[in-house]
């Protein structure tokens, strides 16, 4: 893996006056993270897409109703890390489908409160050994203690990731 540089060359075509900063894409952390989220995600969606007709933000509403129980959209949005689009039509068309279902929040009319149906409680216990399969093959390239070390790893930077939305680096 090339390391990352920070310096700047002259472009190659020799009539260009600009100078083009010399970047190693496969050495950029959030490019890394990206790819390797967007393999393990494809890989698990192949295995469910046919069969269940939901996609990966659907999955992901899933997911997260499945282990964390009832929630409002923005709760969701918050957990997933997706923005309101992605959560609203993941929401809608899991709706149309019957998998989630949708009560007005108790405190406050205007919110609701989503949750799974029958048929996504179903869909969620035939997925998650699915996952948990890719996540075990996946893993198995890793020591225990490389993968503790890792998921913890991963908390940083994450952490750090979510400070940065809101208070961008100087």
Do not use: C
Request: hydrophobic content about 40%.
């Amino acid at each position: 893996m090339k390391s990352q540089e920070s310096s700047v060359h002259t472009s190659k075509d020799p009539e260009s006056k600009q100078e083009q900063a010399a970047f190693a894409l496969d050495s950029f952390l959030p490019y890394r993270l990206a790819l390797l989220s967007s393999l393990v995600s494809g890989s698990i969606q192949k295995l469910y897409a046919a069969e269940f007709d939901i996609s990966i933000p659907e999955w992901r509403l899933v997911a997260i109703l499945g282990s964390d129980g009832p929630m409002t959209s923005n709760d969701i949005r918050q957990r997933a890390a997706m923005d309101k689009v992605q959560v609203s039509r993941a929401a809608a068309k899991l709706l149309d489908a019957g998998h989630i279902r949708k009560q007005v929040h108790p405190d406050d009319k205007r919110r609701a409160i989503l949750s799974l149906s029958d048929s996504g409680l179903t869909i969620y216990n035939q997925i998650v050994p699915i996952a948990l399969e890719r996540e075990a093959f996946l893993a198995s390239a890793l020591t225990k203690k490389e993968k503790d070390t890792f998921i913890h790893l991963l908390e940083k930077l994450t952490k750090m990731a979510r400070s940065m939305a809101t208070t961008p680096p100087t």
